[in-house]
């Protein structure tokens, strides 16, 4: 079993939809969450991270991380053809990350 | 803004070449990491420093080696190139202080060996 677990999509939605991304995890120490965005032909760059459970919003954008379930979550409201993307998870006990495969979002008009 | 370059964008060689892959940031982070990008497999850590003359193997560090000789520049080299290392390969750095997960990557090179 892999130690973190992304659906890879690809997720087509009109613009305007309340996109929902998750991920889930088997090992208990992970601490921090993260989200990173990566466009096409560029490298990944961190859009929230998250420490331990709870909430997190910036913008359009919430992060939710439930422990208890191993699971986290990222939405996007609102969603733009901007948005078009693929959405990593990770996650961090220590110095590394451990990344989820990545799932591919297309917004379109 | 953090820069993190890498030497070339797309790169081809042949089976059994020795290849340098080469990463500089330009913002004194102290913890440098290179990746491999895989459809279906996501990012794995090859390799990763925290410090100069530092390294500590990632997740899959067969065929690869590092280097780390000046604190912005960390460089992948794969002794031998062969087919299944056919890949992307991203370099990312992070302060020692923000742990590992704000990192900061490079825009990646596409390997093609033949």
């Known amino acids: 079993q892999k130690e973190v677990e992304q659906d890879p999509g690809p997720l087509s939605v009109p613009e305007g939809a309340i996109v929902s991304l998750n991920c889930t995890y088997s090992?208990?120490?992970?601490?921090?969450f993260m989200w990173y965005r990566q466009y096409s032909r560029k490298g990944p760059e961190l859009l929230m991270y998250?420490?331990?459970?709870g909430n997190k919003e910036d913008g359009r954008f919430t992060a939710q991380v439930d422990k208890s379930s191993k699971y986290i979550s990222l939405f996007i409201r609102d969603s733009q053809p901007s948005d078009s993307a693929t959405y990593l998870c990770?996650?961090?006990?220590?110095?590394?990350?451990?990344f989820g495969t990545g799932t591919r979002l297309q917004v379109f008009p | 803004d953090v820069k993190v370059t890498q030497s070339s964008r797309y790169l081809v060689k042949r089976t059994g070449e020795k290849v340098f892959l080469e990463c500089v940031q330009d913002?004194?982070?102290?913890?440098m990491f290179w990746y491999r990008q895989d459809p279906g497999l996501g990012l794995r850590l090859i390799y990763f420093s925290y410090d100069v003359k530092m390294k500590e193997k990632g997740d899959i560090p067969e065929g690869y080696s590092v280097s780390r000789e000046k604190k912005e520049r960390f460089s992948l080299i794969l002794e031998s190139a062969s087919t299944n290392q056919t890949s992307m390969y991203l370099c990312a750095s992070s302060l020692v202080n923000s742990g590992a997960y704000e990192q900061y990557f490079g825009p990646g090179t596409r390997l093609t060996v033949t």
């Open positions: 998250t420490y331990s459970s």
């Open positions: 913002m004194d982070h102290e913890n």
């Open positions: 090992n208990s120490a992970f601490q921090y």
């Open positions: 990770a996650m961090s006990a220590r110095r590394k990350l451990i």
